[in-house]
């Protein structure tokens, strides 16, 4: 045993054996004719974490199950560090992709102790070598001392990061996670998630995670694709992605959103509640502006350092804890404008007010998308 192979970080250092690009080139994929996934070409850097996101239904799993060698691809091509594993006639079982897998049950096997789970993935290695980097995946994740319990004596976190060691301990060069965090609390899944994702940036890993969150996506990923109906509809890092969504959808699918209708001239869109800058679009043209709720900012009406905001008049108040949701009527805009406020200030119903818009949070998009 070499000393340096078994320090694993604060609990010890969890290296990766080596970090694996992959390319994933015009992946089709189709099940008795139904097709689930549609012209897929995108690229992994090695180390990098990666989101699947969309909706139940979007082709996130299979996706996953094709990097796997669960699946194959009807047509296309995947790369792992440049070298062809599934596509032009070629087909590289799982078990030779040195890939890790972890799912949304974490799949351990109830009958065997916690360190026999973690060493279930080890099976190459002699019996003492097994137990020795399996210890060392299970004190990395800080359950050294569970190694003798069985998985129905942890709690879910628990069985969670016991999952997490089964995962690592052979050192895989690319590790595939289905829904890690779903089967956890809310409270809970902030913290395994965070000590889960400092786990995987020690190990410099590949890291593919499939997620229907959106906030999930953002918080934890390098990059994040976001796939709809089987094709993607972008693949940016997550504040280009939050900031600049190609498309109604993709804004749709981070925020809540006010809407607007206008109509473009002279590079501007002409709205009911004010005229907004619009490059890139022909005169004439319907426009959606999107504003989000966290975007908009509430005033007291009378305020001389706040004339240039639009009259508006509150409706409801919602408390939702750390912030309040408001329903406000502005000015000759027929739509409802919801807002989320964390000011601290309470408006009332009835009160005057008025409203602005920060403009990181205006978002506009031809009204066809
Ligand atoms: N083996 C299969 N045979 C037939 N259809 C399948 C198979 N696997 C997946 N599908 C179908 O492919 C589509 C995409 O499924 P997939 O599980 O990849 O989506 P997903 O985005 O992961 O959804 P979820 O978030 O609900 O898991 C679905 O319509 C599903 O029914």
Redo the contacts with the bound molecule.
């Keep these: 045993m070499h000393e340096g192979r078994n320090r694993w970080g604060s609990r010890g250092t969890a290296r990766a054996a080596i970090a694996a690009g992959l390319d994933f080139e015009a992946i089709e994929c189709s099940?008795?004719g139904?097709e689930?996934l549609r012209d897929i070409s995108f690229s992994i850097e090695p180390g990098q974490i990666v989101s699947l996101l969309?909706a139940?239904?979007?082709?996130?799993?299979?996706?996953l199950r094709i990097a796997a060698g669960i699946e194959s691809p009807t047509s296309g091509k995947l790369r792992l560090n440049g070298k062809v594993v599934a596509g032009e006639g070629v087909f590289v079982p799982p078990e030779a992709r040195n890939v890790g897998l972890m799912f949304q049950d974490y799949a351990l096997f109830p009958h065997l102790s916690i360190l026999k789970n973690v060493m279930f993935g080890l099976k190459d290695l002699p019996l003492k070598s097994a137990d020795i980097e399996a210890r060392a995946a299970l004190k990395r994740v800080g359950l050294e001392e569970y190694a003798d319990h069985f998985p129905h004596m942890l709690s879910g976190g628990q069985q969670q990061r016991v999952a997490l060691a089964r995962a690592i301990a052979p050192r895989p060069s690319v590790l595939l996670m289905d829904e890690p965090f779903s089967g956890l609390d809310n409270r809970l899944r902030d913290r395994v998630r965070d000590e889960t994702i400092a786990v995987l940036r020690e190990m410099g890993a590949t890291c593919v995670i499939?997620t229907?969150d959106p906030e999930e996506a953002l918080r934890v990923s390098d990059r994040i694709l976001l796939?709809k109906n089987?094709h993607i509809v972008q693949y940016a890092k997550p504040e280009d992605l939050y900031f600049n969504p190609v498309d109604y959808w993709a804004a749709r699918f981070f925020s809540d959103l006010n809407e607007v209708e206008g109509v473009v001239k002279a590079g501007a869109v002409h709205t009911p509640i004010g005229v907004f800058a619009a490059d890139g679009f022909e005169d004439g043209q319907d426009a959606l502006v999107c504003i989000r709720q966290q975007g908009v900012k509430l005033h007291k009406a009378i305020n001389e350092e706040y004339v240039s905001a639009l009259p508006a008049r509150v409706k409801r108040r919602m408390f939702l804890g750390e912030i309040d949701l408001y329903e406000v009527t502005i000015k000759d805009c027929d739509n409802p404008f919801f807002v989320r406020s964390g000011s601290g200030h309470i408006f009332v119903p009835g009160e005057n007010i008025g409203v602005s818009f920060r403009k990181k949070d205006v978002l506009i998009f031809a009204k066809s998308s």
Excluded at 56 to 63: E, I, M, N, R, V
């Design positions: 099940f008795d139904h689930v969309g139940s239904g979007a082709g996130k799993t299979t996706l499939v229907h796939l089987g």
